[in-house]
């Protein structure tokens, strides 16, 4: 699956947050729409933060 369907995905129901540090770590932050609980992917790739923010909501999504 591509990081864009991933993306579109994950903001059905979250809001997301992308920055980059200092030393060019991304950090995606993830806020539930319903909840307002957040969690945050930390890592060098866009690729890697979409993909661990993408096994979380389906994770969630089973609970």
Do not use: A, P
Request: charge should be positive.
């Amino acid at each position: 699956m591509k990081n864009t369907t991933k993306l579109k995905l994950i903001l059905q129901l979250y809001n997301i947050s992308l920055e980059m540090d200092e030393e060019e770590i991304l950090h995606f932050t993830l806020t539930d729409k319903r909840t307002g609980e957040r969690k945050t992917f930390i890592d060098k790739s866009y690729s890697v933060v979409v993909q661990k923010g993408f096994v979380f909501m389906k994770k969630k999504l089973k609970e």
